[in-house]
Structure formats: structure tokens, C-alpha cells
């Protein structure tokens, strides 16, 4: 217990015993915690295993605002994280000197003394009112607070913040910050988006040659139909492959590059898009889906292969049209002012750029040229027609290039 005099009245701080003691023994870390990671995630307090966690007073403060809010999402985890804080710590006693949660860490309520009593000094806080002076932001506070931890206890010492800006600025006064991600999935390698399965140089060379190969079942049982592989000799030598079942794999069917008639020639650059377009130009799969990263061809590669197939001569298609779900705003998009064209063009303004670059004008060809078939249809025109798709339980299709078969 330390005791100081300000303006001659005795004031008592209780130093948290808890995260001392557990400080001295096993090496553990000491977290504070933002109010945006609070109110992200309420159960965030039992998610930092046999670590100390410590909320500054004034995110206190900040939950006591937020908690007004009544038909919000914020409000109502201000109001969780409340019930949980209030059940953890009954008392003073407890929010002081802290308490051990479940899973084998400590919470407690930091009170910074160098923010009651401004004469106080020690350099972590004469560091901070250099960098930053106004302590009257609740974020400076929360920095303050963090910092007069890392002071007291071994380190490390860390704040977690969803706010990228709170972050540079803990950092920018010596203060480790990180961002809260115990609810985000971990980000799977591009390797683990296929299988590779084994052959021997041999194996490898009669499936090159004959276009097929029927793989032992052990290789063949978690495959499923339409699944691409990647088949790999012990060489290093590769080549991918797609499953038809019955243990049978067999070649991509892909041309060189798929065009529209005067438009650029659109190619497969990598190994999933190679995988996409062997899909795409497949007839017996009636339907596709496909995700991705942004930037990764998914639009383009998926419209010119529509294109591809629509204005060759033995087509069994007529024409494209591009969908997109209507997703309700408020009230119903149907009750909103406006042609059915302003109401798809927001959304579907994406798809026009890989519509356009397949209609890019070839120098080296006449608009004469063209197939008298294209002009017929009238397919080269600035953009397909659209189509809204109201979404249904369990089924909503995001983006869809629809082939309409000849009659």
C-alpha cells in the first residue's frame, strides 16, 4: 500500500497485488485493453489465456457513454461488457488489487497516478506530455494509463487497440501495441488451395502423353468429383490435373487464350486461373463459384470465357447476362425512385471493366470483319443486360455470369 499527500489531504493508492505477485514467478505478459476491443468482442476478457489484463479507468468512462445507445450494436456489448465487469469485480477492493478470471490470468482497474496528481513525475510520463499533451483525450489517457504499467511491472507490457492511430501513437512513446485478433481466422497458404499428389516420373509422363491417369485408391479416397490436383514427380516436374472420379484424373481442357472478335486475347497467368477457365468452358458443370482476393481475375477471366463460348460459331449459347443479388437498404430497393438501370448500376458498375477490355478494338482488324453472327446478336453493344436476382435462404449468388442455351 503506497500513501501520498496531496494539498495536504492523505490520498491512498492499493498497488494490485495480484499482478505483482504474479509478475515475480512466471513470466507472463500484461495486457490493457482499449474499449474498442471490449466492445468488438465482450468474451475478450477471458480470450488472453495466463496473462494479466488491466482496463484504465477511463474506458470505464467510454463504456458509460456508449451503453446509452439502445438499438445499436455498440450498446448493447457496452452493456454486456458491464454485466460481465460488474460480476467479476463486486467491489473496490477487487477492481484494485484484481481478481483471477478462469482461465488462469488477472483483471484489474488501473487509476493512474500521474494523472491525479500532475506534479508527479517519471520519465515514461515526462516522455509522453513531450509527444503528446493534451491529456484531456481519453486515448492519451488510455496511452498514460498503459504506460504507468509498464513502469510498475516487468515487462512486456501491452496495449491492445483496434485503433490503428492509438497504436503509432503507443509506439511513438516506447509502448508496445498490437491489434486484437483472437477472432480472426488465420490466413491459409496459396499452396493449401489444392492437392498435390505424388507419381513417379513415369506416371507422370504416360498421363502427359495420354491425357489420363487412374490413381491408386489410397490417392483417390478424399477426392471429390471436379476437384483440381497438382501432380507432382519426384523430379519436381508438374502438371495439374482435374479428378472425374472413379479414381481417374484427367488433363485441363484450355485453349491458349479465350477473345471476343476484335478484342484483346485474354490468358490464364497462374495455376488457379488456369483451374478457373478449364471450369468455365467445361458444359457439364451447370454451375460455378468462385472466390478470391481482390485483383485476381475472377471478373475478367469469368466474362471472357462467357464471351468466348457465346460468339463462337457452333455456340450453344445466345447471349450473357450479368446478375447481382438486391440486397434491401431500410425499405425494399423495389420501392426506391428509378429505372430498373439506376437501381443495378452501383453494383454492377464492377463488372464493366473486364466487359469493356474484351471489346478493346483491334488495330489490325476491321468492325467489317467481325462474324456477321456478332453483329446479329448485337453482343459487342457498351454493356450486357442486367439482371436482379432477389436472394434466397440459403442460396445468394454475388456475382454470376448466366448462359442462356439455345432453344
Known amino acids: 500500500m503506497k500513501t501520498v499527500t496531496l494539498d495536504g489531504s492523505a490520498q491512498t493508492y492499493v498497488t494490485n497485488s495480484k499482478l505483482a505477485a504474479r509478475h515475480t514467478g512466471t513470466r507472463v505478459k500484461s495486457y490493457i485493453l482499449d474499449t474498442n476491443v471490449l466492445i468488438h468482442d465482450p468474451q ?146 496459396e499452396e493449401a488451395s489444392y492437392r498435390e499428389i505424388a507419381l513417379s516420373i513415369y506416371e507422370l509422363q504416360r498421363f502427359c502423353s495420354e491425357g489420363k491417369f487412374e490413381l491408386d485408391s489410397k490417392a483417390a479416397k478424399p477426392l471429390y468429383l471436379n476437384e483440381y490436383v497438382l501432380l507432382r514427380s519426384d523430379e519436381g516436374k508438374t502438371m495439374p490435373a482435374r479428378y472425374f472420379g472413379d479414381s481417374m484424373v484427367q488433363r485441363l481442357k484450355i485453349p491458349e487464350y479465350v477473345k471476343a472478335p476484335g478484342g484483346i486475347p485474354i490468358r490464364a497467368r497462374n495455376l488457379e486461373q488456369q483451374f478457373l477457365m478449364d471450369a468455365l468452358l467445361d458444359d457439364s458443370i451447370h454451375m460455378l463459384t468462385c472466390f478470391g482476393k481482390a485483383g485476381t481475375g475472377k471478373t475478367l477471366l469469368t466474362t471472357a470465357c462467357a464471351l468466348h463460348q457465346t460468339l463462337d460459331e457452333n455456340s450453344r449459347y445466345d447471349g450473357v447476362s450479368i446478375s447481382r443479388p438486391v440486397i434491401s437498404l431500410g425499405k425494399d430497393i423495389g420501392f426506391l425512385p428509378g429505372t430498373l438501370d439506376e437501381k443495378m448500376k452501383p453494383g454492377c458498375n464492377l463488372t464493366m471493366t473486364p466487359w469493356r477490355c474484351s471489346f478493346l478494338p483491334s488495330r489490325r482488324k476491321s468492325p467489317s470483319s467481325r462474324p456477321r453472327r456478332c453483329r446479329r446478336r448485337s453482343i459487342g453493344r457498351a454493356r450486357p443486360p442486367w439482371r436482379p436476382s432477389a436472394p434466397r435462404t440459403g442460396q445468394t449468388e454475388a456475382t454470376a455470369v448466366i448462359r442462356r442455351p439455345l432453344l
Open 44 to 189: 475478450s476478457i477471458y480470450k488472453f489465456q495466463e496473462n494479466n489484463l488491466a482496463i484504465p479507468v477511463e474506458v470505464l468512462e467510454e463504456l458509460d457513454a456508449i451503453k446509452t445507445e439502445q438499438s445499436t450494436e455498440r450498446g448493447r456489448n457496452a452493456r454486456r461488457v458491464h454485466r460481465i465487469l460488474q460480476e467479476l469485480l463486486p467491489d473496490s477492493r477487487s477492481m484494485l488489487e484484481g481478481v483471477e478470471l478462469p482461465n488462469g490470468g488477472t483483471l484489474s482497474v488501473i487509476i493512474n497516478p500521474y494523472l491525479v496528481d500532475p506534479n508527479r513525475r517519471s520519465p515514461a510520463m515526462d516522455r509522453l506530455r513531450a509527444v503528446l499533451p493534451d491529456l484531456s483525450k481519453k486515448d492519451n489517457r488510455i496511452i498514460a494509463s498503459a504506460l504507468y504499467v509498464q513502469e510498475q511491472y516487468p515487462p512486456p507490457t501491452v496495449l491492445v487497440t483496434k485503433d490503428v492511430n492509438v497504436q503509432l501513437k503507443a509506439r511513438a512513446v516506447g509502448l508496445e501495441s498490437e491489434d486484437y485478433l483472437n477472432d480472426k481466422v488465420p490466413e491459409e497458404s
